[in-house]
């Protein structure tokens, strides 16, 4: 059975800010915001107005699922209010009349006005399909609408691309697009920072009714430089978002979404890399050659345009076979390839462990904290420093590059399946998620001790 990836959390815990309008005052506006929020009235729009908040998983082990959060991410999204004279719901609500997930009509748009995260190793923006109407009832889907906005291909202020200013337009039809982009302009917006997030009308059922799917925004960031400024933005994301719907509805103009960045960058990791790869496997295998080696075979689920629920394409995401850890606390897993970051087919990667049934995932371990771990196994390597090979273990003894893997959720007991997941966020060539087919790609194997005869 292989591991379906559903790469989303739910819920959101922050301090919520004021929703009301902002206020414009006896002069005219002042702030970009308030700028903008003129100028979508004024161009015929009804204007709500959310925020945007990190999405805190938080003890998910009460849930149905964890849904294979990322444990080395951080989380944000959008929490908007219904559109007017709306009177189906929307799903997770905040308590104070805005949702993180909501039903759009087909003429409305969704504007954030904020600035991007402080400086990090990655950050991103993309709208989802967050659930449709099955027969059963109302089904949690996480399919991705395209490609998403990244550091490298967002449009952002002066100094950009971090900590920096931005607008991004969520948004179906043509003739809304332009009416918003016209009044974004008007207010001062330069157009370099308009982001045009395009919902795809023929991959969804947009509208109010209850037959509606519903969407979400989600970004999310890893590995912030300055941590204390990290933790200042994620505690209160800087953007105002409005829900602009037009006081008058026209025929639906669909915009047609850009095509698909390309993978690949046209070299291999395998050519300088593979070779090194090898010879680790090799070190392992004897390093441990009185233990029973079972090979964690690879799935890749990202290899061609699409990818599975929940996943950005931007990311390489690979799984392994599953496998128990048991009480055997000799018994471990080892991880083990190419650092993706220390050769530049990534920006950022990791791994982590995933307990199977409830899609909890543990232990994270980065790319960057990996530099060195491989010197255990071929110390006088050349390129050591871009290998890593780590262990996960019930008790580490103390070892170092090893991770104890928890007995209850978010790991598992004896007798649960766990597996390995694997993530390397964009190629900074292409602006999206590294080609498998450049890539050495990671491995996993269980060590047990041989039964005695």
């Known amino acids: ?84 004279g709306q009177t189906t719901g929307n799903p997770l609500p905040d308590g104070r009349g805005r949702n ?28 989802y399909i967050h659930d449709r109407l099955e027969r059963t009832g109302r089904e949690w889907l996480f399919f991705n609408l395209g490609d998403s906005l990244n550091q490298f291909v967002a449009g952002t202020g002066p100094g950009g691309p971090f900590d920096a200013d931005i607008v991004v337009v969520s948004v179906a039809d043509a003739a809304t697009e332009r009416r918003v982009r016209e ?51 994620m505690a209160d994301p800087p953007f105002t978002v409005f829900r602009a719907t037009p006081v008058e509805q026209a025929t639906f103009d669909p915009l047609v ?21 090898g010879t680790l496997e090799l070190a392992i295998r004897t390093r441990y050659a009185d233990y029973r080696m079972t090979p964690l075979n690879t799935v890749i689920t990202d290899s061609g345009d699409d990818c599975p629920p929940g996943c950005n394409r931007d990311t390489f995401f690979g799984v392994s076979l ?18 993706h970051e220390r050769t530049g087919k990534s920006v950022y990667a990791n791994f982590s462990v995933v307990e199977v049934e409830h899609l909890s995932a543990s232990v994270a371990v980065r790319s960057d904290e ?18 890593y ?18 007995w209850d959720c978010p790991g598992f007991p004896s007798l649960g399946q766990g597996a390995v997941a694997w993530r390397a966020y964009t190629d900074a060539i292409t602006g999206t998620g590294p080609s498998t087919d450049e890539l050495v790609v990671d491995r996993a194997a269980l060590f047990t001790r041989p039964v005695e005869p």
């Open 1 to 84: 059975m292989v591991l379906l990836a559903v790469l989303a959390c739910s819920g959101g815990t922050a301090t919520v800010p004021s929703t009301d309008a902002p206020s414009t005052g006896d002069t005219g506006p002042h702030t970009r915001e308030e700028r903008v929020h003129a100028e979508l009235v004024a161009s015929g729009f009804t204007v709500g107005t959310g925020y945007a908040a990190e999405l805190d998983p938080g003890p998910c082990c009460g849930w149905e699922s964890c849904y294979l959060f990322n444990p080395d991410n951080r989380y944000f999204g959008w929490y908007l209010p219904k559109a007017p």
């Open 100 to 127: 993180l997930a909501w039903r759009l009509r087909p003429d409305e748009a969704v504007i954030a006005v904020g600035r991007t995260p402080p400086p990090s190793a990655y950050f991103s923006f993309r709208s």
């Open 183 to 233: 009044a974004l302009l008007r207010a001062g917006v330069p157009e370099e920072q308009i982001n045009v997030d395009v919902i795809a009308a023929d991959e969804l059922i947009l509208g109010l009714h209850e037959e509606a799917d519903t969407i979400r925004l989600q970004g999310r960031t890893a590995r912030f430089e300055d941590p204390d400024a990290g933790e200042a933005w």
């Open 257 to 277: 979404p850009p095509p698909l960045r390309p993978r690949g960058s046209g070299w291999s990791e395998k050519d300088d890399w593979g070779a090194a790869a």
């Open 322 to 339: 599953h496998f128990l850890l048991p009480q055997d606390k000799d018994a471990f897993v080892m991880v083990y390839g190419v650092n």
């Open 370 to 387: 990996m530099v060195g771990s491989a010197r255990d196994y071929v110390p006088d390597h050349a390129k050591a420093d871009d290998l």
């Open 389 to 406: 090979a780590w262990k996960l273990a019930r008790d580490c003894h103390g070892e170092a590059h090893c991770s104890e893997v928890p």
